[in-house]
């Protein structure tokens, strides 16, 4: 009786956070068009019963507490690392069901809001970076869209959060419902006070002291469209330099996962600019060609190369969008220099 009515808290815990959220984009990609292509890959697969390692005992995931602390304005930029969300559970069982893994995932979600809502800001970016480190796994590879569409899932809460913060502060006289109105494109940097401004730098000075890759360049990028307080120019450089960063990462799967992540942050904000999608192009093209790399010790070529589907969807059919002539000859000039 008591687990039912915990539940019920963090429904509405949940329920209350994402009423107070309007969606902050102009479109919402990846509800709208990406993210049933990632978990329409794992159910076809019919894995449901599937077996995964226990990420949520490890303690390379999961390390002891730590604190780094630097300042900026008003804020500090403290990250604590913090334990794992259900350690009594989680330690029993070496393997769990998939089941298991994603209402640990939501789990970790209803988890940020609730650190959100006790204005524990560090300790809501400490579990979004946790949840981002599953990604770095592959052991499992035919699970990795469905783990992907959960995580991304959380990070969609978490960048709303961030952003709506902000928006409030730099917009302090304006009611709720006016705040609902203003959008990343409307957004004018001189209009905002130096408070709200402070606090988005901090925002990507906490970033900067992630010290894995995978966390930071998700993190960085969910975080990405709060530019538009400081100053929009940014933007594009920004999302340049993360893409290219996602070059170093060796493992193909992880790497395009990754960079699809990207992709759709930057249709997003920048939807008329093409470069993003014919740099991603290439990149999956040249780890493709890597034959020694494009392969995974559980699965066949086939198999393999299936789970890249859901990204090469989103570069196509975002790229034919109002796209010209000059446009797709520069895609056909990529594909024919790869071949």
């Not at 499992?140 to 990070?155: C, G, Q």
């Not at 990028?221 to 530019?227: D, F, I, S």
Request: with cysteine; glycine share 2%.
């Amino acid at each position: 009786m008591e687990e039912a009515k915990t539940e019920e808290a963090d429904e509405d815990d949940e329920k209350i956070h994402l009423e107070e959220m309007d969606t902050v984009a102009n479109t919402n990609v990846w509800e709208d068009e990406m993210r049933g292509s990632f978990l329409r890959i794992f159910k076809t697969k019919k894995l449901e019963h599937l077996k995964i390692r226990n990420p949520f005992k490890d303690e390379s995931l999961f390390p002891e507490k730590k604190v780094v602390h630097t300042k900026i304005g008003k804020e500090s930029t403290g990250i604590t690392q913090v334990a794992q969300p259900d350690p009594k559970q989680a330690q029993l069982k070496s393997y769990v069901t998939f089941s298991y893994y994603i209402k640990s995932i939501e789990a970790i979600k209803r988890d940020i809001l609730r650190a959100w809502k006790k204005q524990d800001k560090v300790l809501a970016l400490q579990l979004a970076i946790q949840a981002v480190k599953l990604l770095m796994d592959t052991d499992e590879p035919n699970f990795y869209p469905a783990k992907y569409t959960y995580v991304i899932d959380l990070l969609e809460t978490f960048s709303m959060l961030v952003f709506e913060r902000i928006k409030k502060l730099s917009f302090p006289k304006l009611s709720d419902e006016k705040l609902k109105e203003v959008k990343e494109s409307n957004i004018v940097e001189a209009d905002i006070n130096e408070g709200a401004r402070d606090i988005c730098r901090n925002w990507f000075l906490k970033i900067s002291v992630i010290r894995e890759l995978i966390p930071r360049i998700y993190i960085e990028g969910c975080l990405v469209r709060n530019l538009v307080f400081i100053s929009k120019d940014k933007i594009k450089s920004v999302l340049l330099r993360l893409i290219r960063t996602v070059r170093g990462v060796t493992d193909p799967l992880i790497s395009a996962y990754c960079s699809n992540y990207l992709l759709r942050i930057c249709i997003e904000l920048m939807p008329k600019e093409k470069s993003f999608m014919r740099s991603v192009f290439n990149d999956l093209l040249l780890n493709m060609r890597e034959g020694g790399r494009f392969q995974h010790k559980n699965l066949n070529f086939e198999e393999y190369i299936s789970l890249f589907e859901p990204v090469l969807e989103t570069i196509f059919k975002f790229y034919s969008q109002n796209s010209t002539e000059e446009d797709f000859k520069a895609m056909l000039k990529i594909y024919e220099s790869s071949s």
